[in-house]
T-cell receptor, first 115, second 115 residues
Framework: EPEVTQTPSHQVTQMGQEVILRCVPI?????FYWYRQILGQKVEFLVS????????KSEIFDDQFSVERPDGSNFTLKIRSTKLEDSAMYFC?????????????FGQGTRLTVV | AQSVTQPDIHITVSEGASLELRCNYS??????LFWYVQSPGQGLQLLLK??????LVQGIKGFEAEFKRSQSSFNLRKPSVHWSDAAEYFC?????????????FGKGTKLSVKP
């Protein structure tokens, strides 16, 4: 069964450092997403990406965040200068068609710890 | 404002007992509704979804949910809970078309199962 894969599963970084979280969406999907879940809190939408550009982003997704699809298979989230409050589980998701009935499939997540 | 409310933070049921997890939503347009389950250290797995049609939807692992537009609810049910159902359950709402993956999640309900 096709699945969304994320690497690494756990990343520890020092405050102020840049991190890149990587995702391989399901191969024929068109929409890609990043979500985050701070420990003990709800899952929050960060950004959606379609046709090589951001289609929607939340207030959380400020200038320190960026996304990229550098090739045909990977989808990355970059945090330029990490802060302690960026510590969270980050989920990548992808969905199939641009319009119509289709759900988002989530990866297992990357736990980011900023120290 | 769009939102999802899961009023129960933590529920404990005995194995074999029935289960109902509550979800209420506020959404301006026709909602697409989802239930996801998250086992400890795992990603989000889709249990079931409602897009249109029959308001009682069946999902995996013996779960079902009923969409009640008049009550803005989408409660999750299972007639007989198994110990392996212990996990956190998230209700989510999304829109039609390209924004289907831009999900708004509830805060989750943690389910514990007593032997």
């Amino acid at each position: 069964e096709p699945e969304v894969t994320q690497t690494p599963s756990h990343q520890v970084t020092q405050m102020g450092q840049e991190v890149i979280l990587r995702c391989v969406p399901i191969s024929n999907h068109l929409y890609f997403y990043w979500y985050r879940q701070i420990l003990g809190q709800k899952v929050e939408f960060l950004v959606s990406f379609y046709n090589n550009e951001i289609s929607e982003k939340s207030e959380i997704f400020d200038d320190q965040f960026s996304v990229e699809r550098p090739d045909g298979s990977n989808f990355t989230l970059k945090i330029r200068s990490t802060k302690l409050e960026d510590s969270a589980m980050y989920f990548c998701a992808s969905s199939g068609r641009a319009y119509g009935h289709t759900e988002a499939f989530f990866g297992q997540g990357t736990r980011l710890t900023v120290v | 404002a769009q939102s999802v409310t899961q009023p129960d933070i933590h529920i404990t049921v005995s194995e074999g007992a029935s289960l109902e997890l509550r979800c209420n939503y506020s959404y301006g347009a026709t909602p697409y509704l989802f239930w996801y389950v998250q086992s400890p250290g795992q990603g989000l797995q889709l249990l079931l979804k409602y897009f249109s049609g029959d308001t009682l939807v069946q999902g995996i692992k013996g779960f079902e949910a009923e969409f009640k537009r008049s009550q803005s609810s989408f409660n999750l049910r299972k007639p007989s809970v198994h110990w392996s159902d212990a996990a956190e359950y998230f209700c989510a709402v999304g829109g039609y078309g390209g924004s289907q993956g831009n999900l708004i999640f509830g805060k989750g309900t943690k389910l514990s199962v007593k032997p």
